[in-house]
């Protein structure tokens, strides 16, 4: 059984997100502070598939504990719980790396679909790389993607990455030197179903630029196609 995390001080919302999670099949811990998140993810040892975190609550806020569960983890998904007020947290917890957002209120269907499509990418990452892969690994310029151990390295150091800036590298490599739309970006990472607007995309493409580019204000690798979307130009050095 899956498992989520939810972390929510509105006593009310929490027991409406739980209730709704356990029958939609999923094992739930609730708490309700920032402290309580932290201790129960160390005390699962992170065995979590999914952690909901609102973003203000009293103590540590979402964003602080979003922060330390990163550290700990890069598969595990994480999806913010915010007002509308809070566009800019919104910004941060996607450049810590949060996976996604929702802005309250929210339609208990659209949570649902948010999680079942991290579970469905962090199940991907679980899953044992298929036998028929045709190569295990692809160079682009300094850059080398091993599709085993789904990791980037860059002039032989692996990248500190997320599992969903592995998915966006990965996708770009498959695809260099062709205009990727953002649509397409969106589609393939989050699925088709994704609720949210394609904004998301281009905050991930950001801190994808802070962890590769020399300069991540004069990017060479991930261009912007104005209008349009990204390519990958790799072969750069």
């Known amino acids: 059984m899956k498992r989520v995390l939810v972390c929510e001080d509105e006593d009310s919302i929490r027991e409406f997100v739980v209730l709704n999670l356990k029958r939609s099949g999923y094992e739930v811990v609730d708490v309700c502070c920032g402290e309580d998140a932290v201790k129960a993810f160390d005390d699962a040892d992170g065995n979590f598939e999914v952690v909901l975190l609102d973003i203000m609550m009293p103590g540590i806020d979402g964003i602080a504990v979003c922060k330390k569960l990163r550290e700990r983890s890069s598969e595990v998904g994480i999806i913010m719980l915010s007002a509308k007020s809070q566009e800019m947290d919104k910004v941060s917890s996607l450049m810590i790396g949060a996976d996604d957002y929702i802005t309250k209120p929210f339609s208990i269907s659209e949570l649902i679909a948010r999680v ?4 469905r990418r962090v199940g991907k990452v679980s899953a044992k790389p298929e036998p028929s892969e045709e190569v295990s690994s692809v160079q682009s310029g300094p850059f080398t993607i091993n599709f085993k151990s789904r990791t980037v390295s860059k002039n032989g150091t692996v990248l500190d990455l997320t599992q969903v800036e592995y998915q966006i590298i990965e996708y770009f490599i498959r695809n260099q030197n062709t205009a990727l739309d953002r649509t397409s970006i969106l589609n393939h990472i989050w699925g088709e ?3 949210g607007d394609d904004k998301i995309v281009d905050v991930n493409i950001r801190r994808i630029r802070m962890k590769i580019e020399d300069d991540a204000s004069n990017p060479k690798y991930i261009l ?10 790799g072969a750069k050095d």
Not at 116 to 119: P, R
Not at 224 to 233: A, C, D, R
């Open 224 to 233: 912007t196609i104005w209008g349009y979307g990204y390519k990958w130009s």
């Open 193 to 195: 179903s994704y609720y």
């Open 116 to 119: 079942d499509a991290i579970c």
